[in-house]
């Protein structure tokens, strides 16, 4: 079911989205060589006990999921892209790393991703960030009134193939409000002026993510990190979007 919030209620979803910057900026300025992808969860648990927020992800159990997730943060290295699960691993010079959060604050859910090299980057997944921010930022800016969903899955997916990416349509964004994942899903790519009409109210999270050589993901081990099927390193960006009649309010905006 899709549903449209008030704006008085998207007011109300302001500080969940601002929590939500505030640990992404944390951890991207905590990434670095030597660290623990543990030591990253710890400093998101830390920071939800201090905000007196919730956690969408420790007691996550989806369909797909092997057991509750037990982390509150994703931690996605190199060729993992979505979805990984934070373990005893220390990032080494040059790891790509996506991290993904979603926390609860007075009762309503953002949901955000930022991707990250850490020590020495390579061009090409310099480029690849950088593409994936790009086609966040179209998506969002056909997130607005009288315009369809197909329109931001357009956006996204016209920015991907221009790159000579291609796009997995298995996990996109979706609806946000109580809970993490609500209707509509927002795939990543599409076909302009179809589907679903964009309302006043709306919320989404639109999450782009792509992999260098392939849109083909497998489950590792773990039950949980998705990786691509040829090895390729992935990136991931997201934010929290509000549709309102005067455009699109990016809940989870990172201060500058
Ligand atoms: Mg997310």
């Not at 037990?70 to 699960?85: E, F, M, R, Y």
């Not at 996990?171 to 509509?184: E, L, N, S, W, Y």
Request: net charge negative; hydrophobic share 40%.
């Amino acid at each position: 079911m899709i549903e449209l919030r008030t704006p008085a209620q998207i007011e109300q979803m302001r500080p969940a989205g601002r929590f939500v910057a505030d640990v992404i900026t944390a951890l991207s300025r905590a990434a670095d060589v030597g660290v623990n992808l543990l030591e990253l969860d710890e400093i998101a648990h830390r920071m939800i006990t201090e905000r007196g927020a919730e956690s969408c992800y420790i007691d996550y159990h989806p369909s797909f999921g092997a057991s509750p997730f037990g982390k509150v943060l994703c931690t996605s290295v190199n060729d993992a892209v979505l979805h990984g699960l934070p373990h005893d691993y220390v990032l080494q010079d040059g790891d790509l790393l996506s991290v993904d959060f979603a926390a609860s604050v007075d009762g309503w859910v953002s949901d955000s991703a930022l991707s990250v090299v850490v020590g020495t980057p390579r061009t090409e997944d310099l480029e690849l960030i950088e593409v994936t921010g790009r086609a966040l930022e179209a998506g969002i800016e056909a997130a607005r009134p009288g315009n369809r969903l197909g329109d931001i899955s357009a956006a996204i997916g016209g920015v991907a193939r221009a790159a000579g990416l291609g796009v997995n349509l298995q996990f996109g964004g979706h609806g946000v409000g109580r809970t993490m994942h609500g209707d509509p899903h927002v795939p990543n790519d599409g076909r302009p002026g179809r589907g679903l009409k964009l309302k006043p109210g709306l919320v989404i999270a639109i999450e782009p993510w792509f992999l260098h050589t392939t849109d083909e993901i497998y489950t590792d081990q773990d039950g949980w990190t998705l990786r691509s099927k040829d090895g390729s390193r992935g990136a991931h960006m997201e934010h929290t979007v509000a549709i309102t009649a005067d455009g699109p309010l990016v809940l989870t905006e990172r201060a500058a």
